[in-house]
Structure formats: C-alpha cells, structure tokens
Nanobody, 124 residues
Framework: QVHLVESGGGLVQPGGSLRLSCTLS????????MGWFRQAPGKEREFVAA??????HYANSVKGRFTLSRDSAKSSVYLQMNSLKPEDTALYYC???????????????????WGQGTQVTVSS
C-alpha cells in the first residue's frame, strides 16, 4: 500500500518562500506520477504541479513562482514556492498514481494515493 507523507508547510509573509516535501513509501517511486494539489476553505481542490514520465506540468497560477523537483534516491518530490501570495494560502496535498495518463495530470480524481496535507498560510 502506497503511503505519502508531506512536510514543510507553515506561515510566511507575502513575497516569501517555502519548500514542501513529499515522500512515497510502500511502492516503486519511479513507477508513479506525482502531483501537488491545494484546497482553500470553501473551494474545490485544485491542481498545482505534477511530474509524469519526465515531464513537469504547472498550473498557470503558479508558473514562474513554483518549481517541482524530485529525488528518486529518496523517493521524494519537492515543491519550491517563491513569491508567495495570500491567495496561495491552502492545505497542500501530495498525490501519486501508477497508471495516470498525461491528459489527467491535473485531475485530482485520477490519483489513487494522497497524503494528509500540509498547511501553507501566506499572511502579513
């Protein structure tokens, strides 16, 4: 059973940076597409970024500010978030799936495994 654990959330001022981490266990890391999603109170879960098959995909709202990277040796993916805005405030989730097709990287319903989430709050 695949298990995902996120870390790295916190409170940061607008314009600041945070780095989120997600570690996969119980499965073969290289066989899984990995995604980051976020959900603000009262809103639907939305796509942030994903890695699949060597390609990285970003939501338009975070392009140029967020960077996804991965370390296969540590079975981990990271989300470096720079120039944070108050509207980036949300619970951030890591997700994984071993049979995801590229056209579905932004669809939360297409991922089988989810972490517990880590809170990111951007406020002065």
């Amino acid at each position: 059973q695949v298990h995902l654990v996120e870390s790295g959330g916190g409170l940061v001022q607008p314009g600041g940076s945070l780095r989120l981490s997600c570690t996969l266990s119980g499965g073969t890391f290289r066989r899984h597409a990995m995604g980051w999603f976020r959900q603000a109170p009262g809103k639907e879960r939305e796509f942030v970024a994903a890695w699949k098959g060597g390609d990285i995909h970003y939501a338009n709202s975070v392009k140029g500010r967020f960077t996804l990277s991965r370390d296969s040796a540590k079975s981990s993916v990271y989300l470096q978030m720079n120039s944070l805005k108050p509207e980036d405030t949300a619970l951030y989730y890591c997700a994984a799936d071993s049979s995801l097709i590229t056209s579905q990287v932004g669809n939360p319903g297409a991922y089988d495994y989810w972490g517990q989430g880590t809170q990111v709050t951007v406020s002065s």
